[in-house]
């Protein structure tokens, strides 16, 4: 699957993540939390290739986290039920509009928007006009209860925003 398909299912899971409602509000990560050290690959907060899940979790632990264990569906899972020794993928998503990260049930209430309607909102061609919007993602890939991948990706709706409009 080519890396726009991948990016809009998992925007879509994380959408449907949230529509479901955790009841419980999560702190937001920022722009430089999505950084990678190039040559290491190495998080800005210092999770790296090889790590556990304790490094992990004294991280991310406080963040919304998708997982995918053993190639099912993408899920918000709690950090005491993500079971690290599967194979599995973890992803920690973020919207930005204008550099800031945005708390979805709030920018819906002050936005007057349904959180279904999300996507169409943040891709309709007027809102991209005065606003920046970009999805970021870091990708952690899990074998054996250790790190053997971290990926950070990011969507620019102002650049892509054509290809993610809602069907």
């Excluded at 979790?57 to 950090?79: H, M, N």
Aim: glycine share 8%; hydrophobic share 40%; with cysteine.
């Amino acid at each position: 699957m080519s890396k726009k398909i991948i990016a809009a299912l998992f925007l879509s899971l994380m959408l449907s993540g949230l529509t479901a409602g955790c009841g419980e509000e999560k702190p937001l990560l920022t722009p430089t939390d999505y950084d990678l050290d190039a040559e290491t690959a190495q998080t800005i907060r210092g999770v790296k290739i090889g790590d556990n899940p304790d490094a992990f979790l004294a991280a991310y632990g406080d963040y919304d986290i998708l997982s995918c264990v053993d190639g099912q569906s993408y899920r918000f899972l709690a950090p005491e039920e993500i079971p690290f020794d599967d194979t599995l993928t973890t992803i920690l998503p973020s919207f930005f509009i204008d550099g800031a990260a945005i708390e979805i049930d709030g920018f819906c209430e002050n936005n007057g928007i349904e959180k279904e309607n999300l996507l169409s909102y943040l891709t309709d061609e007027a809102y991209l006009e005065h606003h920046t919007v970009v999805y970021q993602y870091l990708v952690f890939e899990w074998e054996n209860g250790l790190i053997k991948d971290i990926r950070s990706e990011a969507m620019d709706y102002n650049k892509d925003g054509s290809y993610y409009e809602a069907n």
